[in-house]
């Protein structure tokens, strides 16, 4: 004699649901599946408690499946829309680093004639003290020697041109 259950097999849920049998038992012992007095399952509670309490990306379920009302072409028309999206914001990032090389030129040669200019003017204004360390009253000979010896070192420095 057949017993009348009152709710669905195993099988029927799972069917339901789109997940595997083994995947009711799992859920049957993690308390996610609502069961009848004689054991049965309560299809449409246990489908709600499923919604409610499960992740769908990390269950599967949201796996190959498109969102509701939506077609192929809307779903990679998207898709095409979000990859140009992300490869225009890593072209941005990407020209952000990019330096113009004539600005870049610019700058360098400005820096290094304000270099070169104090250090110019560096045995005038050093001129006196030293003589004055050294007892020495011409003060205007250890400036020349000093700017002497400073452009022969510059000299051997050769051309301070920037390789960009």
Known sequence: MSRRRSGLSQREYAKLAGISRAQVRK????GLVVLHPDGSIDGEASLRLRRELVDPVRSGEARGRLPPGA??????????RLDVAL???????????????????????????AI??????WPERAAAGLA???????TARV?????RRLAAHLEELGPLEPRL
Not at 27 to 30: E, K, M, Q, S, Y
Not at 90 to 112: G, M, N, S
Not at 132 to 138: M, P, R, T, W
């Open 27 to 30: 859920d049957i012992a993690r």
């Open 132 to 138: 004055a360390a050294l007892g020495i009253e011409d």
């Open 116 to 121: 070169l200019d104090h250090i110019r003017r």
């Open 71 to 80: 077609n192929v072409a809307e779903f990679r028309r998207e898709l095409l």
């Open 143 to 147: 400036r020349t020697a000093l700017e």
């Open 87 to 113: 490869k225009c914001c890593e072209l941005e990032r990407r020209q952000a680093e990019v330096v113009d090389r004539a600005r870049a030129r610019e700058a360098i040669r400005a820096i290094t004639r």
